[in-house]
């Protein structure tokens, strides 16, 4: 028998063995959320009334005593009874958001783009609404195991998403399936738009400048988070690094630099740490930040890639004088070593 939850002036139907988080967001209601694993934290709330069942809640992610005081993680727990949580906002005001959905896509390309990454396009059999820089889940065939995995896309790519996948030697997803027995044709299910790593609504974007710093395959979501920045606001000054080991890992250079030379506000930098090579700077992306930009004040930052990287980047824009309100960040590690963010394995 299913419970009301209530957030705000919301009201929502959960069942005993649906997650708060997933109820929220079938429903259209927002609610932070980023690894949906329980790892993360992002999405944790206080219950006010009622009682849940923290189910597989981490304990390093909510300790006994947060539990004792009704804090939850929305993506684990789900009620024993009809409960009330808090808003999480400072204002207590409640947003709606796209709705979480379940679909089915096809295989329409397997494309290997750069060492041990390749592009994947799925076709829907109805369109996705979503925000540039979410991500999807997709579930590993014949085993029921989810990974994530952002989108390349702008909201107008609505019936083909663009997904970019790294091997991970032994990966159940990648390594066995997506480099293993994936073939054009396919039947795929998915679950999605999920995250909160994305461009505001139109409406919200103030148009500041946006410094991006992107590593391996946390590129993707930087697609169409630029893309429809520049759709928005053609002179925008963005800079996008994307940072990876060698040449050979490099991807969607010709891309991006068509791109820049469309808008004149728009720089790629191509930045590899191990193997330098003509045309790209060599060392970290984080460090060539710091010294192309004297004063990030009134900058955006965004980051997308492994946890070092991501919390150097933090800790570059620090030292800019970026506002941290203005900083967003997904990290990424493997799915099998507990990921925080919109990657698999």
């Known amino acids: 028998m299913a419970h009301t939850v209530t957030v705000g002036d919301r009201r929502v139907e959960c069942a005993p063995d649906q997650s708060l988080l997933d109820a929220f967001l079938r429903a259209g209601v927002w609610m932070p959320n ?3 694993q329980g790892t993360c934290g992002t999405c944790k709330l206080r219950v006010l009334d009622g009682e849940v ?3 597989g809640s981490p304990a390093d992610t909510l300790p006994d005593e947060e539990r004792q005081a009704g804090m939850a993680l929305a993506c684990q727990a789900s009620p024993r009874c ?14 709606g958001t796209h709705a979480l959905r379940d679909l089915v896509a096809t295989v329409l390309d397997v494309e290997d783009v750069a060492r041990d990454t390749r592009r994947l396009l799925l076709g829907l059999d109805e369109p996705l609404a979503f925000s540039a820089g979410q991500y999807v889940e997709l579930v590993v065939p014949g085993s029921g195991v989810r990974r994530q995995y952002s989108l390349a896309n702008t909201p107008e790519e609505d019936k083909v998403l663009e997904l970019h996948v790294r091997r991970v030697p032994g990966g159940v ?9 994936v073939a054009v044709g396919d039947r795929v299910e998915l679950t999605g738009p999920l995250g909160d790593f994305h461009l505001p609504d139109a409406a919200d974007d103030e148009g500041e400048p946006m410094a991006c710093i992107a590593g391996g395959t946390g590129l993707a979501p930087f697609l169409g988070i630029v893309r429809t920045a520049l759709q928005r606001r053609p ?10 080991r060698g040449a050979e890992d490099l991807y969607d250079v010709d891309r991006l630099t068509e791109l820049a030379a469309a808008s004149p506000g728009f720089r790629f930098v191509p930045v590899l740490s191990d193997q330098p090579a003509p045309s790209c700077r ?3 992306p984080t460090d060539a930040f710091v010294e192309d930009v004297p004063s990030a004040r009134g900058w955006s930052g965004w980051l997308c890639g492994p946890p070092a990287m991501v919390e150097a980047g933090v800790k570059a824009f620090k030292r800019r004088r970026m506002a941290p309100r203005q900083v967003h960040r997904e990290k990424f590690t493997p799915a099998d070593a507990l990921d925080t963010g919109a990657a698999g394995a």
């Open 235 to 244: 002179d925008r000054e963005i800079v996008l690094y994307h940072g990876v």
């Open 34 to 36: 980023s690894c949906n």
């Open 173 to 181: 997803a990648s390594d066995a399936w997506l480099f293993g027995s």
């Open 82 to 95: 009809d409960t009330v949580v808090s808003s999480p906002t400072a204002s207590g005001a409640v947003r």
């Open 282 to 284: 060599a060392g970290f």
């Open 53 to 55: 069942d923290h189910r």
